[in-house]
């Protein structure tokens, strides 16, 4: 990597950094965060994946979640009716009409459109339900998660580059990526936990115990790997690098946000068990 695209890197990913961390201290904010990642996330899937793009069901499921997450915003900020959070159910129903009468004559029929209803939608849904611990907004513990998944990526990606390109390092899972390395699995390991220990320590202890902050930091350290893998899979199957080139030096929001799909929903699945938030 030349000098200018490590500069270019580095300056994109503050600028990335700052909006993300701006939107989560406010309610509007986390919602604008999950709508946008939403729309951005689903397109450039639709677009490793479809042979045509912006097909029908596309924009009605997109549209869909979208819908979704503004009622379950409401429905947490402002104590919406619970039954109003079925109303998405009639676009994604619409989305299948689409689909079986323009199947037949415009493309092979498949359930691709749909897919972003199990990959994306619940780590948004995820996202908001994680900001109002207990009913009551807060930034820390989803600034938190965030912060964990982003050191166990910059963990991993270090430490792979540093020792995990030897002749005689063993690879993850070299049909999906290459360069990926056990090594730099356990130093983005070792970085997380070490990351969920500061995090408890600055902000989180208010929020979770130290043990619970470790049981995030496993969750984050097996389940983001498992993200990034099947994003490679999907963009193997497309035969590209990059999800898109949305972010300078980092390739598209797909490419940065693999891992969080996986984890949000299992680390909000955990702490609802617990009665944590």
Not at 107 to 113: G, L, V
Not at 184 to 200: D, E, N, S
Not at 263 to 271: D, E, R, S
């Amino acid at each position: 990597m030349g000098a200018s695209s490590l500069v270019q890197r580095i300056v994109s990913g503050v600028i990335l950094i700052a909006v993300v961390v701006g939107c989560l201290w406010l309610p509007w904010g986390v919602l604008a965060l999950a709508c946008l990642m939403t729309v951005t996330l689903s397109i450039e899937f639709y677009r490793l994946v479809s042979s045509a793009r912006y097909r029908k069901e596309q924009v009605l499921v997109v549209a869909a979640m979208v819908l979704e997450l503004v009622l379950f915003f409401l429905y947490l900020a402002k104590g919406l009716d619970a039954r109003f959070l079925t109303l998405g159910l009639v676009l994604v129903v619409d989305a299948w009409i689409c689909l079986i009468f323009d199947g037949a004559s415009d493309h092979a029929f498949s359930t691709e459109s749909f897919f972003p209803l199990v990959y994306i939608l619940p780590a948004m849904l995820s996202l908001l339900r994680l900001s109002w611990p207990g009913g009551v907004f807060s930034w820390r513990l989803t600034l938190g998660l965030i912060v964990l998944v982003w050191i166990s990526d910059i963990g991993a990606y270090c430490v792979g580059m540093l020792f995990g390109q030897r002749t005689n390092s063993r690879k993850l899972f070299p049909a999906l990526s290459p360069k990926k390395s056990w090594v730099g699995v356990y130093g983005g390991t070792v970085f997380t936990f070490l990351a969920a220990w500061a995090v408890w320590a600055l902000w989180g202890a208010e929020v979770l115990p130290l043990f619970h902050w470790m049981m995030m930091a496993l969750i984050v350290a097996s389940l983001g790997v498992l993200g990034d893998l099947f994003e490679s899979l999907i963009k193997r199957h497309a035969g590209v690098k990059d999800a898109s080139h949305v972010i300078p030096g980092h390739g598209g929001m797909l490419d940065r946000f693999d891992g969080l799909l996986f984890v949000l929903p299992v680390a909000a699945i955990y702490l609802l068990v617990f009665q944590l938030i």
